[in-house]
């Protein structure tokens, strides 16, 4: 199966990053890192479709398997997945072909946090959205990284995931 793991992060070498770069570099798992984009915030009037959105979603589309991998901050998604998630809606109004190609498709969440267990509000918009496009929601991996990411604490669940990612 073809996977795609969009990343964003505010903190460019945190630990969901290290958790990404693990599962890029060892396995077919392609990364997308949403900083690399100038993606501007949704727009009713449609005045930013000349930004990279678009043209990442082109990207995407190609891939069977999406993985959004973002930190947990305040209990939810980081800015610039929130940004991205947002602008999803351009592809029920102004790319409509392109956000039908989402139908059928995987995605799956990776996420971080201080706290031992992610809450439900933090993993619910994406099961929705992917619900929402039509595309089936598979799982959300979690870490809790309470100090610096340790790649021991985590390699078996990570390695663990990438089996699980890549089959259908």
């Known amino acids: 199966m073809t996977t795609a793991i969009l990343f ?19 396995s077919a798992i392609q990364m997308f890192n949403l900083s690399e984009y100038n993606i501007s ?40 997945m929130k940004v991205f998630i947002d602008r999803l809606s351009d592809l029920l109004t102004i790319d409509k072909p392109l956000g039908r190609q989402l139908r059928g498709k995987q995605c799956s969440l990776i996420s971080t946090g201080y706290d031992s267990n992610a809450p439900d509000c933090l993993w619910q918009p994406f099961e929705l959205t992917a619900k929402y496009l ?33 089959t259908s």
């Not at 964003?8 to 060892?26: E, M």
């Not at 595309?135 to 991996?141: C, S, V």
Request: aromatic share 16%; proline share 3%; with cysteine.
């Open 41 to 80: 915030f949704y727009d009713y009037e449609h005045q930013n479709n000349a930004d990279d959105f678009l043209p990442l979603m082109a990207k995407l589309v190609q891939f069977e398997h999406i993985i959004f991998a973002t930190p947990m901050y305040w209990y939810s998604m980081c800015a610039q």
């Open 134 to 166: 039509g595309m089936h929601y598979k799982e959300m991996l979690y870490l809790s990284c309470p100090s610096d990411f340790k790649l021991a604490d985590h390699k078996v669940t990570l390695d663990n995931f990438i089996d699980n990612a890549l």
């Open 8 to 26: 964003s992060s505010s903190r460019a070498a945190g630990d969901t990053f290290h958790i990404v770069k693990y599962l890029s570099d060892n």
